[in-house]
């Protein structure tokens, strides 16, 4: 019943590890999102995918690649993750970019 | 580039009170403003503005947009307990990077009984 649900809640790993986040949404989405909130509750945009295009924001490193195996997921990849890469990960999805709805969060930590 | 800005940062009332939470903007080509409730998990979806000076309603909360002065405003009356929260403001535009919603810095409220 969930309509966006991300895999793990939590994620506790070590400085140079790569690791990866679920999401999937149920509600036929056309386009999904990738957030970052850090310690201070800002959220801020990484990514969105609509229809195999790949929209990155300009700030977000290459060590963090979105991939899509179908519209119905958008999972995120990060390499060599860093101690500023610990944050809240959200995903989100809309359909025609109008109201996003966003999923519960992957608290991960970096030591 | 996008912004936004939301007044005051964090707000501290009572509960019975009534409560005005502020967001302007700046964004190219303006697609839509979003109000968004976030308390321990994932923000959830309040409001949707599009066009000016017509006020969307729920229950005890209202919010209206001002287009030509760029700003819309959150009204919570009769607060309670449950609305303390951090109150986000977003906007859509192609500003923003990657297309996605540019977030304000919220307004934490915190009702006390």
């Known amino acids: 019943d969930t309509a966006v649900s991300q895999t793990p809640k939590y994620l506790v790993t070590q400085m140079g590890n790569d690791k990866s986040i679920k999401c999937e949404q149920n509600?036929?989405?056309?386009?999904m999102y990738w957030y970052k909130q850090d310690s201070k509750k800002f959220l801020k945009i990484m990514f969105s995918?609509?229809?195999?295009?790949?929209?990155i924001n300009e700030t977000v490193p290459n060590r963090f690649s979105p991939k899509s195996p179908d519209k119905a997921h958008l999972n995120l990849h990060i390499n060599s993750l860093e101690l500023g890469d610990s944050a809240v990960y959200f995903c989100?999805?809309?359909?025609?970019?109008?109201?996003?709805?966003f999923g519960p969060g992957t608290r991960l930590t970096v030591l | 580039e996008d912004k936004v800005v939301q007044s005051p940062l964090s707000l501290v009332v009572h509960e019975g009170d009534t409560v005005t939470l502020n967001c302007s903007y700046e964004?190219?080509?303006?697609?839509?403003l979003l109000w968004y409730k976030q308390e321990k998990k994932a923000p959830t979806f309040l409001f949707m503005l599009?066009?000016?000076?017509i006020e969307k309603k729920s229950g005890r909360l209202s919010s209206i947009l001002d287009k030509k002065e760029l700003f819309s405003i959150l009204n919570i009356t009769a607060t309670q307990t449950g609305d303390s929260a951090i109150y986000l403001c977003?906007?859509?535009?192609?500003?923003?990077?990657?297309?996605?919603?540019?977030f304000g810095k919220g307004t934490h409220l915190i009702i006390q009984p």
């Open positions: 599009t066009s000016s000076g």
């Open positions: 964004v190219t080509n303006f697609r839509s």
């Open positions: 977003a906007v859509v535009g192609t500003g923003g990077g990657a297309d996605g919603l540019t």
């Open positions: 995918y609509n229809n195999k295009e790949l929209i």
């Open positions: 509600l036929g989405h056309d386009t």
């Open positions: 989100a999805s809309s359909h025609a970019g109008l109201v996003q709805f």
